[in-house]
């Protein structure tokens, strides 16, 4: 009788998937990080306010002006989360077809 090995599916298997998922995570914390500091108002004048401002901005430009909503808030929110969105969801793809490699 020959043992079975379980096949385990996690991105943690693997440094490759590991570093793609991480990136992608980062990457959406970010911009997550951005659309939060904006709604509660925090200071950008503030160093870090506004290296996280400058860090989602380059990560998000391509999502910029997607939406024209009236209200400011509402543009950060959709422009920058499907942003964060989309780096999840393609993170997570190339990492699940590194798995299958």
Same mark, same amino acid.
């Given at each position: 009788?020959?043992?079975?090995?379980?096949?385990?599916?996690?991105?943690?298997?693997?440094?490759?998937?590991?570093?793609?998922?991480?990136? =992608?995570?980062?990457?959406? =914390?970010?911009?997550?990080?951005?659309?939060?500091?904006?709604?509660?108002?925090? #200071?950008?004048? #503030?160093?870090?306010?506004?290296?996280?401002?400058? =860090?989602?901005?380059?990560?998000?430009?391509? =999502?910029?002006?997607?939406?024209?909503?009236?209200?400011?808030?509402?543009?950060?929110?959709?422009? %920058?989360?499907?942003?964060?969105?989309? %780096?999840?969801?393609?993170?997570?793809?190339?990492?699940?077809?590194?798995?299958?490699?």
């Amino acid at each position: 009788m020959t043992p079975v090995t379980p096949r385990y599916r996690s991105y943690g298997a693997h440094p490759a998937r590991r570093i793609v998922a991480t990136v =992608a995570y980062v990457m959406a =914390a970010i911009i997550g990080l951005w659309i939060l500091l904006f709604l509660v108002h925090a #200071n950008r004048s #503030n160093g870090v306010v506004r290296f996280v401002h400058d =860090a989602a901005t380059w990560l998000a430009g391509w =999502a910029q002006g997607i939406f024209t909503f009236d209200q400011e808030w509402a543009r950060v929110v959709c422009d %920058y989360g499907l942003a964060a969105v989309v %780096y999840l969801i393609v993170g997570h793809a190339v990492a699940g077809r590194l798995y299958r490699r």
